[in-house]
């Protein structure tokens, strides 16, 4: 059952979190529960620790898989589910022709093939953050999340590895006009997962978002 959290209990939780810490990130609700929050307010919820790589592995997060088997992996339903122009689907869920959009550059791509889909908050930076200590099955599900469509993205393949693991201090996309609507949504995953960012991730979060709207953000905890 999903569950409202009321703005009291949210900032029950923020004043819980405010003072930068090393500790796995707080609970702020069961799995399931929904977060409505003002951007600046997700933002804080934030707990901020330091990233650490050691031990990380790609194939530690099993992805593309077929959950509901179907016969479409995790990267075709995204393809499916995000294209402008529906592609005509094959044998073994084989895609061809259509048509997506890739906000990250704001081009238009006509064949899947040119399209990689794009973990918003990468798996690296993810174990960097708090998954390294989750079970082989939530780094699964984090990886294949089709239940949030903030979560995997299709954007043109050189967008996506000029991006590579790093986060909005890093790289953010070349197309400005959604540079609110991608930090919006890196907010929203790591809130939705529970994961921390480290100092200077959060300072370039709130210095970014300055000039973006500070609508709520509704988020459904995954963990």
């Excluded at 992805?63 to 990267?75: E, I, P, Q, S, Y």
Aim: hydrophobic share 35%; proline share 7%; charged share 20%.
């Amino acid at each position: 059952m999903r569950i409202l959290v009321s703005l009291a209990a949210a900032a029950a939780a923020l004043a819980a979190l405010t003072t930068p810490t090393h500790a796995e990130p707080g609970p702020l609700g069961e799995k399931g529960s929904v977060l409505t929050l003002p951007l600046a307010d997700a933002l804080r919820a934030l707990p901020v620790a330091d990233e650490e790589r050691a031990g990380y592995e790609r194939t530690k997060f099993k992805h593309w898989v077929d959950a509901d088997k179907d016969g479409c992996n995790t990267r075709n339903e995204v393809l499916l589910a995000e294209a402008v122009v529906a592609p005509e689907q094959g044998a073994r869920c084989k895609l061809s022709g259509g048509q997506w959009y890739s906000p990250y550059s704001n081009t238009y791509v006509d064949n899947p093939s040119g399209l990689d889909i794009d973990h918003l908050v990468p798996l690296a930076e993810s174990w960097d953050s708090g998954a390294s200590a989750w079970t082989p099955a939530e780094r699964e599900a984090y990886a294949n999340d089709l239940d949030e469509d903030r979560s995997l993205i299709a954007v043109t393949a050189a967008t996506n590895r000029s991006k590579a693991d790093q986060d909005p201090a890093q790289w953010m996309p070349p197309y400005q006009p959604y540079h609110c609507q991608y930090l919006t949504d890196w907010i929203a995953t790591k809130l939705r997962w529970q994961l921390t960012i480290d100092n200077t991730e959060r300072n370039t979060l709130t210095q970014a978002t300055t000039t973006c709207p500070n609508k709520p953000v509704h988020v459904t905890l995954a963990r």
